[in-house]
């Protein structure tokens, strides 16, 4: 059974900068792509971002582009989300998600959610 572990995540002010990662265990038995979505308080669980097995293709919300980043890392069980220039919108619970092979928005696992508040 393949578990995601998040940490990271905190309360950080409003331009600030925060970093999430995912760490994936239960051997996986093939490639993966690993993604990041998050849910604020009364609203639906909505997709941040995700990245291919060989980390050559990234996706983004429109509403992440040029502020976020994800990547992955060595070995590639690893996923993380840089934050930079937060806004008070992109407060809620960031939940990591895999998916065998490529990425196509139906992440099969996911974490337990951490959660980031974003403060005036």
């Known amino acids: 059974q393949v578990q995601l572990v998040e940490s990271g995540g905190g309360l950080v002010q409003a331009g600030g900068s925060l970093g999430l990662s995912c760490a994936a265990s239960g051997r996986p038995f093939r490639s993966y792509a690993m993604g990041w979505f998050r849910q604020a308080l009364g609203k639906e669980r909505e997709f941040v971002a995700a990245i291919n097995w060989s980390a050559d293709s990234t996706y983004y919300a429109d509403s992440v582009k040029g502020r976020f980043t994800i990547s992955r890392g060595n070995p590639k069980n690893t996923v993380y989300l840089q934050m930079n220039s937060l806004k008070i919108e992109d407060t809620a619970v960031y939940y990591c998600?895999?998916?065998?092979?490529?990425?196509?928005?139906?992440?099969?696992?996911w974490g337990q959610g951490t959660q980031v508040t974003v403060s005036s």
């Open positions: 998600a895999l998916q065998y092979g490529s990425w196509n928005n139906r992440p099969g696992y």
